[in-house]
């Protein structure tokens, strides 16, 4: 996840092994989840997903990036 800190946006950055499905989720510091995002099997290869955040209060988020095989979670950090 970059950039980390960031005052706008975020960019998820993940290497793909098996071609997916993947989900995206960012949730805030109580769990409500702001973006969902399914991307749909694909190649093995590398991907990006880039989510606004500028209209959300300055905090903690977690970006959660799932596969059947593959579960990563990282925060980030929004200063306004």
């Given at each position: 996840?970059?950039?980390?800190?960031?005052?706008?946006?975020?960019?998820?950055?993940?290497?793909?092994?098996?071609?997916?499905?993947?989900t995206?989720?960012?949730?805030?510091?109580?769990?409500?989840?702001?973006?969902?995002?399914?991307?749909?099997?694909?190649?093995?290869?590398?991907?990006?997903?880039?989510?606004?955040?500028?209209?959300?209060?300055?905090?903690?988020?977690?970006?959660?990036?799932?596969?059947?095989?593959?579960?990563k979670?990282?925060?980030?950090?929004?200063?306004?």
């Amino acid at each position: 996840v970059y950039p980390n800190p960031t005052n706008n946006s975020a960019t998820v950055e993940w290497v793909s092994s098996t071609g997916g499905p993947y989900t995206i989720r960012i949730m805030n510091s109580v769990g409500q989840v702001l973006y969902f995002v399914e991307v749909p099997p694909n190649k093995e290869g590398r991907y990006k997903q880039t989510f606004p955040l500028g209209d959300q209060a300055s905090g903690i988020y977690t970006v959660n990036v799932n596969s059947q095989d593959f579960n990563k979670a990282k925060k980030v950090v929004l200063i306004k």
